[in-house]
């Protein structure tokens, strides 16, 4: 059985820093698109960034040049490195692959 877990959401002061982790089990994510998605409150989940099996990149355009995704295939993980948060990246973010989801990690940027 496939299982995605993200981890390292948290409470952050607006401009700086956090980095979640999507660990894989029953599955492997070399070769394969992961991706990103985030759902705020009261809004629809909107895909944030991913990364294709040759290491193709997209990011959704508000977090262009404030986000990294990357993965790690000998530890089975994908990574969003977020810098520069904002209040309005407040959301659940939630990772994907297909036709699988993780069970969220909450991200909130406030002062």
């Known amino acids: 059985q496939v299982h995605l877990v993200e981890s390292g959401g948290g409470l952050v002061q607006p401009g700086g820093s956090l980095r979640l982790s999507c660990a894989a089990s029953?599955?492997?994510?070399?070769?394969?698109?992961v991706a990103w998605y985030r759902q705020a409150p009261g809004k629809q989940r909107e895909w944030v960034a991913s990364?294709?099996?040759?290491?193709?990149?997209n990011y959704t355009d508000s977090v262009k040049g404030r986000f990294t995704i990357s993965r790690d295939n000998a530890k089975n993980t994908v990574y969003l490195q977020m810098n520069s948060l904002k209040p309005e990246d407040t959301a659940v973010y939630f990772c994907?692959?297909?036709?699988?989801w993780g069970q969220g990690t909450q991200v909130t940027v406030s002062s």
């Open positions: 029953g599955t492997s994510f070399s070769g394969r698109t």
């Open positions: 994907w692959q297909w036709p699988v």
């Open positions: 990364i294709g099996s040759g290491g193709t990149i």
